[in-house]
């Protein structure tokens, strides 16, 4: 049973324009989630992350939405760079201040930012 | 930001060899430790949660006596994959974390076994 699923395995976006990528999830108990980048034979980067009690956050390029009804979340880049291409993981904890919180990841989202 | 080390980054070895991947956290004290396992294409799946000074918590699925998991110090996690088997090649990556702040990723073990 995937609890977070990212339906998208790949997005290409022009340089300047911008990047949605979308996560959903199933279990009503995740109270955190977070964005995280991977490049090739590395690890994951922590990105973004939004708590439940909050339906936006934003830091510099990146803005994370969070719709609670809908049991979706989505990462906005604005203006995309090609830098920005890598895989792009969705992941959510249902115990984020207990000692860290176990992550559930989502299967990413390869995004390519064409110049 | 935090750094976390995972050494080796690249294993091969004969079937039947066990071993020992080191998950260091350098400049925090990492309360828990997590480590994955990753197929290719496919989701950062958790095998289990470490905290630093009690037996680890394993997931479902996953074998205790196959994947050993120390967690001695606040800096330092080990994972060993004892007689490793083709079917245990993967990608493998640790996690280290404390109350309240997300997890920071190692850059991963690529685990062949021939």
């Known amino acids: 049973d995937q609890q977070v699923k990212q339906n998208s395995p790949s997005l290409s976006v022009q340089e300047g324009r911008i990047s949605i990528l979308n996560c959903d999830y199933t279990n009503s108990m995740f109270d955190y989630f977070l964005w995280y980048k991977k490049y090739p034979a590395e690890g994951p980067t922590f990105l973004i992350s939004i708590s439940s009690i909050k339906d936006k956050n934003e830091d510099g390029r990146f803005t994370v939405f969070l719709n609670k009804s809908a049991k979706h979340l989505s990462l906005h880049i604005v203006p995309s760079q090609p830098g920005d291409s890598a895989v792009y993981f969705c992941a959510a904890s249902a115990e984020f201040d207990n000692q860290g919180g176990k992550l559930i990841f989502g299967q990413g989202t390869e995004l390519s930012v064409k110049p | 930001g935090a750094v976390v080390s995972q050494h080796p980054s690249r294993v091969i070895c004969k079937s039947g060899t066990s071993v020992k991947i080191e998950c260091r956290s350098l400049d925090f004290q990492a309360t828990t430790m997590f480590w994955y396992r990753q197929f290719p294409k496919q989701s950062l799946m958790l095998m289990a949660t470490?905290?630093?000074?009690?037996?680890?918590?394993?997931e479902q699925g996953v074998e205790k006596d196959k994947f050993l998991i120390n967690h001695a110090s606040l800096t330092l996690s080990t994972l060993t994959v004892t007689s490793a088997h083709p079917e245990d090649s993967s990608f493998y990556i640790c996690s280290a974390s404390r109350p309240g702040q997300p997890q920071h990723f190692g850059d991963g073990t690529r685990l062949s076994i021939l």
């Open positions: 470490s905290n630093e000074g009690s037996k680890a918590t394993y």
